[in-house]
């Protein structure tokens, strides 16, 4: 079970990673304004659960970011990286915006580039479990032929 789960979740995380890359390098640059902050409430398993951030609390804030494509027509962006709230953009704040032109509901916020290293990092958890999985199947087989 690890090895399917951690398979899957590498594969996901290294074709998402490859979209970014991708949009990063090939799509059109341009400058959007942080519109609002949204709000996002970490939790844990259970209803009653929450995750405290390095005990700033629950509440976590990610930019919307407003934008305009080439061709005028207005877009938003939600960042995908919710920070507390001492350490988001503040709105009324110029940021770059990455975005295909042939579809602009795909867009990306460069400064989140580091995000990149998040999906790495996604990809080697992923790969731990598969590393596991073959551990315990070795183990379970070896015992067998004994």
């Known amino acids: 079970m690890f090895i399917l789960v951690g398979g899957v979740f590498c594969l996901l995380m290294f074709l998402a990673l490859r979209q970014v890359r991708s949009l990063l390098?090939?799509?059109?640059?341009?400058?959007?304004?942080?519109?609002?902050?949204?709000?996002r409430q970490l939790?844990?398993?259970g209803s009653?659960?929450?995750?405290?951030?390095?005990?700033?609390?629950?509440?976590?804030?990610?930019?919307?970011?407003?934008?305009?494509?080439?061709?005028n027509q207005p877009?938003?962006?939600?960042?995908?990286m919710a920070r507390p709230l001492d350490k988001t953009v503040r709105p009324g704040t110029r940021v770059a915006v990455v975005y295909d032109p042939a579809d602009p509901s795909h867009s990306t916020l460069p400064?989140?580039?580091?995000?990149?290293g998040h999906y790495w990092s996604a990809i080697g958890f992923g790969a731990l479990f598969v590393v596991v999985g073959v551990a315990i199947l070795?183990?379970?087989?070896?015992?067998?032929?004994?």
């Open 25 to 39: 390098q090939r799509g059109v640059r341009t400058e959007g304004v942080v519109s609002r902050l949204e709000s």
């Open 75 to 80: 877009r938003e962006t939600k960042g995908n």
């Open 138 to 146: 070795s183990v379970k087989l070896f015992m067998m032929a004994f």
């Open 111 to 116: 400064s989140e580039g580091m995000s990149l």
């Open 48 to 71: 009653e659960s929450t995750t405290t951030l390095r005990s700033r609390g629950t509440t976590v804030y990610a930019p919307v970011v407003a934008w305009t494509t080439a061709d």
């Open 43 to 45: 939790s844990g398993h």
